[in-house]
């Protein structure tokens, strides 16, 4: 309400005893008055045993003739009046006001305000809430409006194709009122009116909502699935990543996650993707949300490619274009911790798209860290990859929807044994999975059909495949395991076939160290363009040549412009080489990553034999390491 005087220009503060008068905004309705007090109001008809007066669009009444004190009035005269009785059928009667000195005070229509969970079909409601979509179809304009208990759609309607309510955009807070309806099975509101929220009214509701999300966004406080110290520091900061994607959610805002094509990612990507799920259906009224707000994508390489980012973003941008969102969140799991990464983070950063990133890769955070919104590595607390970004992501797979624990216990051994995890704890995840009903060469099976059902997926998603051969969110585990077993037996197969050609043409040297080294030409001796690739090639020959030996070996697979590393009881500082070989070898293009006994680098064509020649003189002088050892996991 705001005062203002009447009859006085003086002060009409605290210490102005004149009686009040009333004067309605046009939308106010019979829940804004109250019996006994005065009002302004104007005559809208005069009959033969009284007048009509109106106080607002939505509030009028009778003045009746025993109540004119013998005075006249004609249509649009103001009067004050006072209200006398509002009966049961709703109308409203008055009498005149007798007052000559008074101060008005303005009075604002305040809506009885019905939470979006709480609307129901048929029921006509008022919500307040923050624009989050806008999307223009063919017939209305869908308004998704977003307060403290979820998010729903609005349909209003202009004329075919015409942009109802061009004044509102994305971001407002609004007052939205209409008539809920179910529209192709969804609930929806028929839009009556839309009003744009400003001054103290858009202040208190903003207080409002950002009060409520980030309660709403707080993870769940769940205990670790394995006792384990050195994850203990990882707890904190997966909980902010939980809270970020909570509150992007609540927000509406698409999420997207990139990760890794590999078994590891896959067990990071999954339970992730399963659990932002349950929760966007938490949320929004419409039971297809999910499919609109969050997609997953694998990426072949162990960083954010510029082709990746450039579809992420044309993808994107032709959301908001189409359907009114806002640019996505992205999500990056088992890659995007390097250098590498960093052109593809700038692009985004022209669309100011916020990033989390959570890696057990060797990290750059000079590089990366002030393009990040969320950066969790084990390297950054004195770590290394023995943490697989698996056994994080069920973590806070869990801090999101933790009714997913029974669901996920087998899924972080899973993700250690995929990428060959010396933690003290894999004996602990084997075993919890085996309440889960596996064994370890279960478990191992499970990781060799993920690596190929990704390899032959390539690019894309195949959600409901992979999700029923890590059985996270299978519906017929009878399937999954038949699943498993035909996708892990042709797997086998085809290493077999694989390494038959190539190992007649593997060369053996022993380095100054004493460690082993195997080199193979992929290019020349392995087949091209089916499973497994190269560095799933080069990882069988390695486990091979490990067991073989149950010695210090590294071993070297390459192509004509890439070579795949492995290693085992040698401690090889991957992402150290590659600094050190883009600067000795003279336009060899040098680049890569991994972690310290395992990567794979990329260079020119033409420099390759330079490169890999300074590369073994280099892993001729790294230090040997038993606890690099990994037989021990092997067998």
């Known amino acids: 309400m705001t005062d203002s005087s009447a009859g006085d220009s003086g002060d009409a503060g605290d210490a102005d005893s004149r009686p009040i008068v009333y004067d309605l905004a046009p939308d106010c309705t019979l829940t804004d008055v109250d019996v006994g007090a005065r009002y302004h109001a104007t005559v809208n008809g005069v009959v033969e045993y009284g007048v009509f007066v109106d106080l607002s669009e939505n509030v009028s009444g009778l003045l009746h003739e025993s109540n004119l004190n013998g005075e006249e009035y004609d249509v649009g005269d103001d009067v004050v009046v006072k209200l006398e009785e509002i009966k049961e059928n709703g109308d409203v009667s008055f009498a005149l006001a007798d ?43 869908i308004f998704h409006v977003a307060d403290e208990t979820g998010i729903i759609g609005a349909a209003a309607f202009e004329e075919a194709g015409v942009r109802a309510y061009p004044a509102v955009e994305v971001g407002d807070l609004v007052r939205l009122n209409g008539t809920v309806e179910e529209h192709e099975g969804e609930t929806q509101l028929e839009v009556e009116g839309i009003t744009v929220l400003e001054g103290d009214t858009a202040a208190t509701a903003r207080e409002r909502l950002d009060e409520a999300t980030a309660e709403r966004a707080e993870p769940a406080s769940v205990e670790p699935l394995v006792e384990w110290e050195a994850f203990e520091s990882l707890r904190e900061e997966l909980a902010e990543v939980a809270r970020l ?34 929760f966007i259906d938490e949320v929004h009224a419409d039971d297809d949300a ?66 989390a990133v959570v890696d057990h890769h060797h990290p750059d955070p000079e590089a990366v860290n002030d393009l990040l919104d969320a950066h969790v590595n084990p390297y950054l607390h004195g770590e290394d990859y023995r943490i697989t970004t698996g056994m994080m992501c069920v973590e806070l797979a869990r801090m999101i929807d933790p009714s997913l624990t029974d669901e996920l216990r087998h899924v972080p051994a899973v993700a250690g044994l995929s990428d060959r995890s010396k933690a003290e704890v894999m004996d602990e995840f084997v075993e919890l999975a ?30 409901t495949l992979v999700n029923d051969v890590l059985n996270v969110g299978c519906d017929d585990e009878s399937r999954h395991h038949e699943l498993v077993e035909f996708l892990a037996t042709r797997a086998a197969r085809d290493v077999d076939e694989q390494l038959e050609m190539v190992e007649p043409h593997v060369e053996h040297e022993t380095l100054e160290s004493g460690a082993h080294l195997y080199t193979a030409d992929l290019e020349n001796f392995a087949q ?13 020959l390695h486990d091979r040549k490990v067991r073989e030996h149950g010695e210090p070996v590294i071993t070297i697979g390459y192509g004509p412009d890439f070579a795949v590393l492995r290693s085992d009881g040698v401690r090889l500082d991957i992402p150290q080489m590659v600094t050190e070989l883009n600067e000795e070898v003279t336009g060899g293009g040098v680049s890569g990553g991994g972690h310290l006994v395992v990567g794979s680098i990329k260079f020119v064509k033409g420099r390759r034999e330079d490169v890999i020649d300074a590369l073994v003189e280099k892993m001729g002088e790294a230090e040997l390491d038993e606890e690099l050892s990994s037989t021990a996991t092997l067998d």
């Open 99 to 141: 007052v000559d000195d008074y101060r008005t005070l303005d009075v604002e229509h305040e809506p009885e305000i019905t939470a979006v969970d709480d609307a129901r079909v048929g029921e006509t409601v008022t919500v307040e809430g923050e624009i989050t979509q806008i999307k223009q179809t063919g017939g209305p304009t």
């Open 245 to 278: 994607l909570r509150r992007t959610v609540l927000e509406g805002r698409p999420i997207r996650i990139r990760h890794h094509a590999d078994g590891d990612g896959m067990c990071a990507s999954i339970p992730v993707q399963l659990a932002l799920e349950n």
């Open 290 to 355: 999910a499919r609109h707000h969050l997609k997953r994508l694998p990426s072949k390489a162990p960083f954010y490619e510029m082709e990746d980012v450039t579809r992420d973003l044309n993808f994107a941008l032709e959301g908001r274009a189409r359907h009114g969102q806002k640019l996505p969140f992205l999500l990056m799991l088992d890659n995007g911790s390097t250098e590498e990464d960093v052109p593809a983070y700038k692009n985004l950063t022209h669309y100011d798209v916020p990033i």
């Open 434 to 463: 085996g309440t889960a009903g596996y064994d370890r060469d279960e478990l191992g099976d499970i990781g060799e059909a993920l690596d190929y059902a990704a390899h032959w997926l390539r690019y894309s998603e195949g959600k």
């Open 528 to 540: 091209r363009f089916t499973y497994p690739a190269p560095g799933n090639t080069t990882g069988e």
